[in-house]
T-cell receptor
């Protein structure tokens, strides 16, 4: 069964304290892995797409990486405005579906 | 402005009273989808559509119907809502029919069924 697991469920960081969020996935084949950011009361907002193991993408303080079993979202020197829930999703090969993890709630303290 | 719109944003209804949540996108996207989001369960896909007149079930389709008569619109229909359908609902769209692109999400519809 296709599955996505994110850890930790919640993370509190001091401003400037770098860390990583994990997304482990089990799929028969991966068409794409997606990271989204969701602010309270709003729809998810797209951050990155990764398609193959070894691929990396960066945007400001965020960097996403992909292996054959998991993806990491690295946050370097976070700021309070980075506080949000970060969602990981996979698009398995041979399907038209998306499967989301339950997210990591990040709180960055000033 | 490129966007996905949903209406209504908030809805309180009673068990058994049919309702429709509308979703529209102005980006000429092929793929559209509906999700529900519940605490501890994350986003779960209800139905998706690869193109006009082509729809299929996601992981939690029971109690829901959809239709795709026009490319831009993808309404979600609850013919006989029940309290376990109380949730936050999101519509999303993506460019290609294969569904392997990033999705653009609407602002959400908070539904309460009493």
């Amino acid at each position: 069964e296709d599955q996505v697991t994110q850890s930790p469920e919640a993370l509190r960081l001091q401003e400037g304290e770098s860390s990583s969020l994990n997304c482990s996935y089990t799929v028969s084949g991966l068409r794409g892995l997606f990271w989204y950011r969701q602010d309270p009361g709003k729809g998810p907002e797209f951050l990155f797409t990764l398609y193959s193991a070894g691929e990396e993408k960066e945007k400001e303080r965020l960097k996403a990486t992909l292996t054959k079993k998991e993806s990491f979202l690295h946050i370097t020197a976070p700021k309070p405005e980075d506080s949000a829930t970060y969602l990981c999703a996979v698009h398995p090969s041979g399907t038209y579906k998306y499967i989301f993890g339950t997210g990591t709630r990040l709180k960055v303290l000033a | 402005e490129a966007q996905v719109t949903q209406n209504p944003r908030y809805l309180i209804t009673v068990t058994g009273k049919k309702l429709t949540v509308t979703c529209s996108q102005n980006m000429n996207h092929e793929y559209m989808s509906w999700y529900r989001q519940d605490p501890g369960l994350g986003l779960r896909q209800i139905y998706y559509s690869m193109n006009v007149e082509v729809t299929d079930k996601g992981d939690v389709p029971e109690g829901y119907k959809v239709s795709r008569k026009e490319k831009r619109n993808f309404p979600l229909i609850l013919e006989s809502p029940s309290p376990n359908q109380t949730s936050l609902y999101f519509c999303a769209s993506s460019l290609s029919s294969g569904g392997h692109d990033e999705q653009y999400f609407g602002p959400g519809t908070r539904l309460t069924v009493t």
